[in-house]
């Protein structure tokens, strides 16, 4: 499920929109694979007598399915609705079904952005993301961010266009407005598609982010 375009604010545009690293469900599924085991070993060996096979049958069901239940399809569902968002304006992650938890964390107000990798982590492309602000979250870590560094680069590349389109007199959700000084148009259009072309590269984008990216700078 993509990212709720109604969310966005007047003129404010979609940079990059991205979904935890696979590694995070790892742990979930090697879980949900020894909980099928275990309950299979038990249909196996469970007694042949009617009433006592018919106790370790349902205590290894309901076992099973409380394990289930209580660690991997939360973890799963967790992972499905969480999406990490770059916008022009705004960096936003958000998690939750049922329950939902939204931090919008304004680019005006971010004062850094670091990532950190193990070696494993740089193998899969995977980090964490540590970013600190002057807002009400102060410094936040947000964990399994496929390609952190390239993601770095997006909120950087971001904040420093949001500055200058406000210091030209634009606000938050608004184009730069048309000045003499400003680069051509067609020279800003290639330069955003050679950063889409890169992220892509990386792996930050996929090909269908790319070109939904892509023609919206087009104006397709």
């Not at 076992?63 to 969480?82: C, D, E, N, Q, Y």
């Not at 680019?107 to 540590?130: P, T, Y």
């Not at 259009?189 to 590269?201: I, P």
């Amino acid at each position: 499920m993509p990212f709720p375009r109604r969310l966005l604010i007047e003129n404010e545009e979609l940079v990059l929109e991205l979904r935890p690293h696979w590694i995070a469900i790892v742990v979930p599924a090697i879980v949900t694979i020894l909980v099928v085991a275990g309950w299979i070993l038990a249909l196996t060996y469970a007694p042949d007598d009617g009433t006592s096979r018919s106790i370790v049958v349902w205590g290894a069901s309901a076992i099973g399915v409380f394990l289930l239940i209580a660690f991997p399809i939360r973890k799963f569902i967790a992972w499905a609705t969480s999406y990490f968002v770059v916008t022009s304006d705004r960096v936003i992650h958000r998690e939750g079904w049922i329950a939902k938890r939204s931090m919008e964390i304004p680019l005006e107000a971010i004062n850094d952005v670091r990532f950190h990798q193990g070696v494993f982590e740089r193998l899969i492309g995977a980090g964490d993301l540590i970013i600190s602000s002057a807002s009400e979250f102060g410094r936040q870590v947000f964990g399994d961010i496929r390609n952190p560094e390239e993601v770095q680069k997006a909120i950087s590349h971001q904040g420093e266009l949001n500055k200058e389109r406000m210091y030209r007199g634009g606000g938050r959700g608004s184009a730069a407005p048309a000045q003499a000084t400003m680069p051509p148009a067609s020279a800003s259009t290639t330069g955003e598609l050679e950063r889409l072309a890169e992220l892509r590269n990386k792996g930050v984008l996929t090909e269908d982010e790319f070109q939904s990216q892509k023609k919206r700078i087009l104006g397709g």
